[in-house]
């Protein structure tokens, strides 16, 4: 059984640029959310999207969005990057609440 | 605010028992809590869960006390393979986990 996919696992964007990150959860899963990990504050969440909709929402400002499709894949965009944007994030997914929640191996953003 | 508190750090010896507590003492009655580790800032890996009972699989134990304000995570024969951070963390049921600081085990020969 695959695991949680994360792409591109490695990127390097210029402040001021969007990006758009991509994750397909395990199959059978219909719960995605995302975390970022900075050396500074640690893992944070972002936010969850269960069906298509998002549940859950951390404390992160606009320019971060994110969306579910159909398939329960999902992607998240960051617009306006900005250097303390430079974090690990890492995509997790589980069948519902209270289920097993395994994560991808992240992807590295870097913005220069 | 994190809601769970780790100490920063720990050693353990190879093949002892590894001991890793955790306090989340404002945890709420639909609060799992899960232990998860992190090596060279790869993926966290998930390694048990609970909400009330003791949990065993074939990587941990996890207790956790009646009045569920604490847990203890037991690595029951540490190699050097099990070194890395540690956190425990909490899960409302929306799968939004909340991540302290975690704690960093030293397995040493």
Sequence with gaps: KAGVTQTPRYLIKTRGQQ????????SGHRSVSWYQQ???????????????????????????????????RSEMNVSTLELGDSALYLCASSWDGGNTIYFGEGSWLTVV | ????????????AEGRAANLPCNHSTISGNEYVYWYRQIHSQGP?????????????EMASLIITEDRKSSTLILPHATLRDTAVYYCTLNNAGNMLTFGGGTRLMVKP
Excluded: W
């Excluded at chain 1, 990006?19 to 959860?25: A, F, H, K, R, Y």
């Excluded at chain 1, 500074?40 to 404390?59: A, C, I, P, V």
């Design chain 1, 19 to 26: 990006v758009t990150l991509s994750c397909s959860p395990i």
């Design chain 1, 38 to 72: 900075t050396p500074g504050q640690g893992l944070q969440f972002l936010f969850e999207y269960f069906s298509e909709t998002q549940r859950n929402k951390g404390n992160f400002p606009g320019r971060f969005s994110g969306r579910q499709f159909s398939n329960s």
């Design chain 2, 1 to 12: 605010d994190a809601k769970t508190t780790q100490p920063p750090s720990m050693d353990c």
């Design chain 2, 45 to 57: 890996q998930y390694i048990i869960h609970g909400l009330k009972n003791n949990e065993t699989n």
